[in-house]
Nanobody, 128 residues
């Protein structure tokens, strides 16, 4: 699976952005999908994930209530709607795909090492 993230940019605190991650290659619907981010000098951290069957989502406490993850299997795309952005949201955002069998359709993970494929990242910068 090849993942291509886009939608990052420079915004002011309180603004919104929507990140997109388009996938190609293997069947998109067979993967749970996640977003991670990495700020300068910090480790990569989990942001959000959505299950293969889009009924289960999970968010880091730092973004809960502000970010929304969704997926469109027809478009092979996962989205991250980011509202009420804060300067501490500044980071490179990565999308990732974790292959899941049918029996794991509702499973998601926050652990980066469990994801099989990664996109190249998109920069989000939030000014105060």
């Amino acid at each position: 699976v090849q993942l291509q993230a886009s939608g990052g940019g420079l915004v002011q605190a309180g603004d919104s952005l929507r990140l997109s991650c388009a996938a190609s290659g293997r069947t998109f619907s067979g993967f749970s999908l996640g977003w991670f981010r990495q700020a300068p000098g910090k480790e990569r951290e989990f942001v959000s994930a959505i299950s293969r069957r889009a009924g289960n989502t999970y968010y880091a406490d730092s973004v809960k209530g502000r970010f929304t993850i969704s997926r469109d299997n027809a478009k092979n795309t996962v989205y991250l709607q980011m509202n009420s952005l804060k300067p501490e949201d500044t980071a490179v955002y990565y999308c990732a795909a974790d292959f899941r069998t049918t029996s794991q359709a509702m499973a998601i993970t926050t652990r980066a090492r469990e994801y099989d494929y990664w996109g190249q990242g998109t920069q989000v910068t939030v000014s105060s």
